[in-house]
């Protein structure tokens, strides 16, 4: 119940296209969900995140797409540049003073935009 | 404002030694968790410190403990290295008043075990 899986593993994605990355969770109690940017030699960076009580959130050309019936959520990418080549990973928690600082993360998807 | 400082940056240790990380947390951030990130893996929690006590952990042997100081900085131990402990360990703060786990990493201690 603890686990988030994340596909695909990799993409390469063509300038200007659209990057898609999709996220599954278990636990239903999960209502705080992020996705992280990661470059080489860096440790992940909040790219933007959602709440359940939205179905969707964007910031800039990054958006999350959330189900909560499926127990589901996605990241996209509109006109990607080369500078998005990065790993990114979704991650899944819940809130309570307990639970402080522990996110749940999916496998990480490595993004490849070609010029 | 600096963000969250780790050291060392690398370091290679034989198996069986113990090896010490330590961190400095963003400027207004109380609680620090570390987390492992597995070559190709996403990142995976180990403990987390708060009022320099550890509030919750991982699924992780008690070869890995930790200490947060009055300052806020943490440190985390390793005993008995395993060839399998080798991986990036991040450190990452947040305050409990953001209400969420917004959490600010660091750029991790990169642990290779011979």
């Known amino acids: 119940q603890q686990q988030v899986k994340q596909s695909p593993q990799s993409l390469i994605v063509q300038k200007g296209g659209i990057s898609i990355i999709n996220c599954a969770y278990e636990?239903?109690?999960?209502?705080?969900f992020p996705w992280y940017q990661q470059f080489p030699g860096k440790g992940p960076a909040l790219l933007i995140a959602i709440r359940p009580d939205v179905s969707e959130k964007k910031e800039g050309r990054f958006t999350i797409s959330f189900n909560k019936s499926a127990k589901q959520f996605s990241l996209h990418i509109m006109d990607s540049q080369p500078g998005d080549s990065a790993t990114y990973f979704c991650?899944?928690?819940?809130?309570?003073?307990?639970?402080?600082?522990?996110?749940?993360f999916g496998q990480g998807t490595t993004l490849q935009v070609k010029p | 404002d600096a963000g969250v400082t780790q050291s060392p940056t690398h370091l290679i240790k034989t198996r069986g030694q113990q090896v010490t990380l330590r961190c400095s947390p963003k400027?207004?951030?109380?609680?620090v968790s570390w987390y492992q990130q597995a070559l190709g893996q996403g990142p995976q929690f180990i403990f987390q410190?708060?009022?320099?006590?550890?509030?919750q952990r991982g699924n992780f042997p008690d070869r890995f403990s930790g200490h947060q100081f009055p300052n806020y900085s943490s440190e985390l131990n390793v005993n008995a290295l395993l060839l399998g402990d080798s991986a990036l360990y991040l450190c990452?703060?947040?305050?409990?008043?953001?209400?969420?786990?917004?959490?600010?990493f660091g750029a991790g201690s990169r642990l290779t075990v011979l």
């Open positions: 400027s207004g951030h109380d609680t």
């Open positions: 410190y708060y009022e320099e006590e550890e509030r």
């Open positions: 991650a899944s928690s819940y809130r309570s003073s307990s639970n402080t600082g522990k996110l749940i």
């Open positions: 990452a703060s947040t305050t409990r008043g953001l209400g969420a786990n917004v959490l600010t």
């Open positions: 636990n239903t109690a999960f209502d705080y």
